[in-house]
């Protein structure tokens, strides 16, 4: 129980949750490109790509990254 516990709070793997209005992404690298209509984040086996309308990051963390706005495309590269 300890160990499944410790491997919970030390995930290192990225992970992107999509929800209505925003999304929340765990364990990004750097983000590239920030506007109003697009959102460019770096995570070590790629990228993701945000486009929307009113895009704005509303929590900014070193391992998590909440996105607001109207969501139209996510892109994985």
């Known amino acids: 129980m ?3 516990l410790r491997s919970y ?3 290192d793997e990225f ?3 999509i929800l209505t209005k925003k999304i929340d992404i ?18 070590n086996k790629g990228i993701v790509i945000v486009k929307g309308e009113d895009l704005s990051i509303a929590k900014l963390l070193n391992d ?5 706005g109207t969501i139209k495309t996510v892109e994985f590269q």
């Open 64 to 68: 998590e990254l909440l996105i607001l």
């Open 2 to 4: 300890l160990s499944t």
């Open 9 to 11: 709070i030390l995930e």
């Open 26 to 43: 765990v364990n990004y690298s750097e983000i590239d490109h920030f506007d109003e209509n697009k959102i460019i984040v770096r995570f």
């Open 15 to 17: 992970k992107i949750t």
